[in-house]
């Protein structure tokens, strides 16, 4: 199935393994936010339960995405995702959601600056439209853990 063409823009190996990286992470946070959805019981589970699908969607969608640019530039996307904390209650589930929306803020900032100095315009607006929508699940879950 290796069927690649030659990209138009060569990047760095370092700008590959973060992007790879940054795969890992999504595929995470979607199993981790539809495990979610499904065992979130109680009446404020429900309340918030379909919340959690919509992101793991939209965060499967960035998952496509990454891999998409990945193998643009030659990579193969990686398969394994970065570790999957469900948690126990709506709460821990909530600090966790943050905790990771964190993380992949800050890794995107970073491969941000990378294609940036790599003059990689296509991964940088790419890294800039997912940021906005990282920076709005961090917004949804902070939101939510303060009411519970």
């Known amino acids: ?10 990047v760095s190996s370092k700008l590959k393994e973060m992007l790879n990286e940054a795969l890992a992470i999504e595929l995470a946070v979607t199993i981790q936010y539809m495990w979610q959805h499904v065992q979130l019981i109680g009446v404020k589970g429900e309340a918030v339960r379909d919340k959690f699908k919509k992101i793991g969607m939209v965060e499967m969608k960035h998952a496509e995405a990454v891999a ?17 904390n469900v948690g126990n209650s709506l709460k821990e589930s909530l600090e966790l ?5 964190e993380m992949a803020n800050q890794l995107y ?33 902070m939101k939510m853990l303060k009411e519970v």
């Open 1 to 10: 199935m290796d069927r690649r063409l030659e990209p138009v823009i060569k």
């Open 68 to 84: 998409e640019r990945l193998w643009y530039l030659g990579e193969i996307p990686t398969v394994k995702p970065a570790p999957i």
């Open 97 to 101: 959601n943050t905790k990771a929306e």
């Open 109 to 141: 900032k970073k491969i941000l600056q990378q294609a940036q100095k790599e003059r990689d315009v296509t991964t940088a607006f790419l890294i800039k439209k997912i940021l906005e929508d990282v920076e709005e699940h961090h917004d949804t879950f």
